[in-house]
């Protein structure tokens, strides 16, 4: 089975720009969990999608936004970029149902200038 | 200002040990736990997951214990080889979203 797919796995942009990052899910997953990954933060939980609907979400500003597809591809994007939004994004799919882990792609490094 | 990094607990061993990554975890109410290993560049991947009506789980290698009383996890790594020098990070969840912990990184010297 494939894994989770994420691409780009790098992005320059400056501030105010806006930008989408996409995630593939395992094929058959039906969660997509985003997180952002930071030295000063560590791992931090963004949103989950399941079935096209936003089912739980972090502590993030409203310029942080995703979305889910009905074949539950995922892509979330972050606009009016700020430097602090320099990350690593990563995506975790799993099947969505309770006590099951969340298996990661290798995240889309996000740098702002 | 200046942002202050992670400053991640490093566990240092020799090759062939065996290795103990702690954890302690924050909500009581939670109900499954995982434990990451994540190596440089790469995303976080799946070692082994443990549900709370268990206090051991192993696997190829590993194995998990968990203490609910004093909400402590801990991973021991059996026989500690140079391929296993990664930031190892538990997670907890009640239903589907996993708070991480602040991650241990471990050292194999050969």
């Known amino acids: 089975k494939a894994g989770v797919t994420q691409t780009p796995r790098y992005l320059i942009k400056t501030r105010g720009q806006q930008v989408t990052l996409s995630c593939s899910p395992i094929?058959?997953?039906?969660?997509v969990s985003w997180y952002q990954q930071t030295p000063g933060q560590g791992l931090q939980f963004l949103f989950e999608?399941?079935?096209?609907?936003?089912?739980n979400k972090g502590n993030f500003p409203g310029r942080f936004s995703g979305r889910q597809f009905s074949n539950s591809r995922s892509e979330m994007n972050v606009s009016t970029l700020e430097l602090g939004d320099s990350a690593l994004y990563l995506c975790?799919?799993?099947?969505?149902?309770?006590?099951?882990?969340?298996?990661f792609g290798d995240g889309t490094r996000l740098s702002i200038l | 200002g200046e942002s202050v990094g992670l400053h991640l607990p490093t566990l240092s061993v020799q090759e062939g040990d065996n290795s103990i990554i702690n954890c302690a975890y924050s909500?009581?109410?939670?109900?499954?736990f995982i434990w990451y290993k994540q190596e440089s560049g790469k995303g976080p991947q799946f070692i082994i997951d443990?549900?709370?009506?268990?206090d051991k789980r192993q696997g190829q290698r590993v194995t998990v214990l968990l203490n609910k009383t004093v909400k402590h996890l801990s991973l021991q790594i059996a026989a500690t080889q140079p391929g296993d020098s990664a930031v190892y990070f538990c997670?907890?969840?009640?239903?589907?979203?996993?708070?991480f912990g602040k991650g241990t990184m471990l050292l194999v010297s050969p």
């Open positions: 975790a799919s799993s099947p969505g149902t309770s006590n099951q882990p969340q298996h």
């Open positions: 094929s058959g997953h039906r969660s």
């Open positions: 999608y399941f079935s096209e609907t936003q089912r």
């Open positions: 909500n009581s109410a939670s109900d499954y």
């Open positions: 443990i549900r709370s009506n268990m």
């Open positions: 997670a907890e969840t009640g239903y589907s979203t996993l708070t």
